[in-house]
């Protein structure tokens, strides 16, 4: 159906490259999780849904850190922290190597080949991205194991403050590497940040959910507990394998450059969205939720 999606003078390549071509040769790489490594991502079918395979290589791992915690806190506490070391150090090393920046579409000082993309180098990797994973497996088990725990309310409040600024730190800290392309830093800074600022925005949820889970969250804790927020939760994974094919069509299709502005990104923004929620609704009602029946039924029977 994706033919029917437009004729613009992108269109046609945009068809070739992601459905057609790259989706007759790799479709069995979804299916088995590992189109994060193969094939190359500028052939991956679906390119978007390299994350799906990362989250399912985490789920795999999970056991590993898991039965740890269940036989041994010290044990289990302690092959988690070394995962996210290990996962750190390596991350860092390879963006030195490569003199990865943290923009994202900057090319890498280091020659690769033309096929390549600097995203593939570490950016769709699962080593780069299990760290917050980590952090929520051993969040998931303080809670579980001190279910009577008590935070203070002096230490409630310099954790919402750290947070707040680490979570300002991680989002605005490279403002000015994006505000002018021209400005450079050193390699050294680039590394830092790349191969901690997963790991840290993961603390700062860690924190959101351990104060509001234990009653310190405030207003925080008031609005993320918003019922609406229950029937949009549901629809964030069709969300998420939808909302770039409507990017594509929209841009894809378009037969003269934009005119920037921050209205004009502000409507784009909104009908994005909307027009995702709308295609989720769809997915889940039309998709989803029957084969959720169907494997209820298969269950019962």
């Known amino acids: 159906m994706a033919k029917f999606g437009g004729d613009g003078p992108l269109f046609p390549y945009y068809i070739r490259s992601n459905f057609t071509r790259n989706c007759e040769k790799y479709w069995w790489t979804n299916l088995l999780f590992i189109n994060n490594f193969y094939p190359k991502l500028n052939y991956a079918c679906l390119q978007w849904t390299w994350y799906l395979a990362a989250e399912m290589q985490f789920f795999l791992l999970s056991p590993l850190l898991i039965y740890p915690l269940f036989r041994s806190r010290k ?128 603390l700062v949820i860690a924190w959101i959910l351990i104060a509001c889970h234990r009653r310190r969250g405030g207003p925080v804790n008031a609005i993320l507990s918003w019922k609406v927020w229950i029937p949009l939760g549901r629809l964030t994974y069709g969300v998420y394998l939808i909302h770039i094919i409507i990017l594509c069509v929209i841009f894809v299709n378009l037969r003269q450059l934009i005119h920037y502005t921050d209205l004009t990104m502000a409507f784009l923004y909104a009908a994005i969205l909307i027009l995702s929620y709308v295609g989720a609704f769809l997915f889940a009602l039309f998709i989803e939720y029957p084969l959720f029946a169907l494997e209820e039924l298969l269950r019962k029977g």
């Open 75 to 202: 044990t289990g506490i302690l092959i988690a922290f070394l995962t996210i070391l290990a996962c750190t150090i390596t991350y860092g090393v390879l963006n030195t190597y490569y003199g990865l920046s943290p923009r994202l579409f900057d090319s890498p000082k280091r020659k690769i080949p033309d096929d390549t993309s600097p995203m593939e180098l570490t950016y769709t990797k699962p080593y780069a991205r299990i760290q917050p994973y980590v952090v929520g497996i051993l969040v998931g088990y303080l809670l579980f194991a001190r279910r009577s725990l008590h935070i203070p309310k002096v230490v409630a409040f310099v954790g919402w403050i750290t947070a707040a600024l680490l979570g300002l730190l991680v989002v605005y800290g490279l403002y000015p590497l994006y505000h002018d392309t021209t400005v450079q830093w050193d390699q050294s800074v680039y590394s830092l940040y790349n191969c901690t600022f997963r790991l840290v925005w993961g």
